[in-house]
């Protein structure tokens, strides 16, 4: 069975796992990677201005031979006149509309966030979009967004996974409050890029309970708090092998993971017990050993810039002295 729809505040619908084309696949042909997710059962697919790779998504979206309304597509603005911008992202997609606009990040609209934020109510007014909202808003931007619109953001997409979890709760709620559905990505970091923390008992705890992987238990994890799941496959591979033996492990490897996150759908969920379990394990911080690497590199850097001021200064008044 696939996953559930998600309802919106606009009424529209959105497939509650996604597909993304950005990170690894970031500057990437997306095509064979977007043909292939949707072969294995995503009909949303995510990608961005800033991943230039929007082409190459709607070659894919073109491929796969899907009607417009099987599939949902989200696109997201970065950069440049708005106008301008989604209609060069619709023609790269080869699409009449997006299923959902997002603003990429704050800093895209921070010099007139109402001003921007009217443009994109009329790109959905006009039918360029179904649904129009934001991405990587904490409270106060969203506060300044909704205080503003006339059509509040219909989601917010945000980094979220168990280590950041307790740091966004406030953001979640008034999500929540106003019917701003929350999109997940990076949920997969404790298993990426932060592992060996203490977010790692409780999930493997509740994979080996329910018979599932780790990163069945952390998205189940991250659809027990309501979010919708945008995750990912990485690109090929480097390795010395041969290139077609190359794409073949890639493509069965990507196969395995799109498989293993799609089954979410048919897992039962996580017990009450085991959800407070991650909030608890996650609100601890991630791994030790990866905070102090990173202290440990920004007081390098910290000092290599006093260091440069310093000898800076020190030539300035040299200089100064030698006038
Ligand atoms: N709005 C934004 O600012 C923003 C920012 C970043 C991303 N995004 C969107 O979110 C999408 C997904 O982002 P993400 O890559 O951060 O997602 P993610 O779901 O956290 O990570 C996906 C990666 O997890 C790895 N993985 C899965 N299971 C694994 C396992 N058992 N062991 C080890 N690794 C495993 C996979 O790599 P392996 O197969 O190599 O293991 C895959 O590449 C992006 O493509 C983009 O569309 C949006």
Redesign the pocket.
């Known amino acids: 069975m696939p996953f559930d729809n998600v309802k919106l505040n606009d009424g529209h619908e959105i497939p509650a796992i996604?597909f993304?084309?950005?990170?690894?696949?970031y500057g990437k042909d997306a095509r064979d990677y977007v043909v292939q997710a949707v072969e294995t059962g995503f009909s949303h697919v995510?990608?961005?201005q800033i991943?230039r790779n929007e082409d190459s998504v709607g070659e894919a979206i073109r491929d796969t031979g899907l009607s417009r309304k099987e599939l949902f597509v989200t696109t997201?603005y970065g950069s440049g006149p708005i106008q301008e911008t989604v209609r060069e992202s619709l023609t790269k997609l080869g699409l009449e509309y997006v299923n959902l606009y997002?603003i990429?990040?704050p800093t895209a609209i921070e010099n007139d966030v109402e001003g921007g934020w009217r443009e994109f109510e009329k790109i959905k007014e006009d039918g360029l979009a179904k649904s129009i909202g934001v991405?990587?808003f904490n409270v106060e931007q969203l506060e300044r967004l909704v205080k503003i619109a006339k059509v509040k953001p219909a989601v917010n997409?945000?980094?979220f996974?168990p280590y950041n979890y307790a740091e966004h709760r406030s953001l979640l709620e008034y999500s929540a409050k106003h019917g701003i559905v929350t999109e997940a990505?990076?949920?997969?970091?404790p298993?990426?890029s932060l592992p060996g923390g203490p977010v790692d008992a409780p999930v493997n705890a509740a994979a080996k309970r329910l018979g599932i992987?780790?990163?069945q238990a952390i998205l189940l994890w991250v659809r027990a708090k309501g979010a919708v799941?945008?995750?990912?496959?990485?690109p090929i591979?480097l390795s010395p092998s041969p290139q077609s033996l190359i794409l073949k492990s890639r493509t069965s490897?990507?196969e395995q993971?799109l498989k293993?996150y799609l089954a979410v759908a048919d897992l039962p969920s996580l017990t009450s017990e085991e959800v407070a379990a991650i909030d608890e394990a996650g609100a601890q911080g991630p791994p030790k050993k990866l905070r102090q690497k990173i202290w440990h590199a920004v007081g390098t850097l910290a000092a290599t810039a006093a260091v440069y001021t310093l000898v800076s200064l020190l030539r300035k008044a040299g200089a100064s002295a030698a006038l």
């Open positions: 996604g993304g084309t950005g990170s690894a696949l995510d990608t961005a991943y997201k997002l990429h990040f991405s990587n997409q945000i980094r996974h990505y990076g949920s997969l970091a298993i990426t992987t780790p990163t799941i945008v995750t990912s496959v990485p591979p490897r990507s993971h293993e």
